[in-house]
């Protein structure tokens, strides 16, 4: 959804690799202690969503050349599949993200009775 936002497209590869990031950094958060700072949990989330594109574009983009998206035009990119500036990016959208996580996962946790 961020994608077609900011690039007016996307490609299927990265409904999975999103979903993969918004789990993560939920199952991440929900087991961290309370109290644990915003910054500590962007910085985890940031770090998720990295490893995870990094990973999804060695797939899509190093081995099955469908050039789904190119880093290497800027700077402290590796590999031309992360960058700094993403990064970034994904540490201040970690927030947004994890409140939504919270709210969905209490949501379907109320409505299915599971305790926890």
């Known amino acids: 959804m961020l994608e077609i ?9 990265m409904f999975l690799a999103g979903g993969a990031c918004f789990w993560a950094v939920d199952d991440v958060n929900r087991r961290l202690k ?6 500590v949990r962007c910085s985890i989330g940031a770090a998720i969503i990295t490893v995870l594109e990094f ?3 060695c797939i899509v983009n190093l081995w099955a050349h469908w050039n789904v998206w ?5 700077y402290f990119n590796f590999m031309g599949q ?3 500036l993403y990064t970034v990016i994904w540490f201040f959208l970690s ?4 409140w939504l996580a919270a ?3 209490t ?3 109320q409505l299915f009775h599971i305790k926890r």
């Open 5 to 13: 936002l900011w690039r007016g497209f996307s490609h299927w590869s």
């Open 55 to 57: 990973v999804a574009g």
């Open 95 to 98: 927030a947004p993200l994890i």
């Open 107 to 109: 949501g379907v946790e």
């Open 82 to 84: 992360v960058c700094l």
């Open 70 to 74: 190119d880093y290497s035009r800027f």
């Open 103 to 105: 709210k969905i996962r």
């Open 34 to 39: 309370k109290g644990t700072p915003i910054w």
